[in-house]
Nanobody, 125 residues
């Protein structure tokens, strides 16, 4: 079973950037698609991006709300998936989670089987 640990969140001003890290262990990332989700209190957990494992074609998907500003990537040697966030907006404030499924990419939280603990991103002036 894969374990996930997010890090890299923090407090940043509008227009700033952050790079979130999802460190994985316990399994070969080739067979896992890693997605990023975010959640604001009282709202549904929202899919942000997905990067599929090599076994599934290295496909990448983004939610429409983050296209052009968010970039996900993978370092197989380090077993780490990254989410680079640029041009941060107030509405990006949320707890960000990485999640894994041993299948094709999905931005649907109901198809995720493994979750990290979350890292807080706060955009404030």
């Amino acid at each position: 079973q894969v374990q996930l640990v997010e890090s890299g969140g923090g407090l940043v001003q509008p227009g700033g950037s952050l790079r979130l890290s999802c460190a994985t262990s316990g399994s070969d990332l080739d067979y896992y698609s890693i997605s990023w989700f975010r959640q604001v209190s009282g709202a549904e957990r929202e899919g942000v991006s997905c990067l599929s494992g090599r076994a599934y074609g290295d496909d990448i998907y983004y939610a429409e709300s983050v296209k052009g500003r968010f970039t996900t990537s993978r370092d197989n040697a380090k077993n780490t998936v990254w989410l680079q966030i640029n041009g941060l907006k107030y509405e990006d404030t949320a707890v960000y989670y990485c999640a894994a499924t041993q299948s094709l990419c999905s931005l649907d939280k109901d198809f995720m089987y493994h979750w990290g603990q979350g890292t807080q991103v706060t955009v404030s002036s």
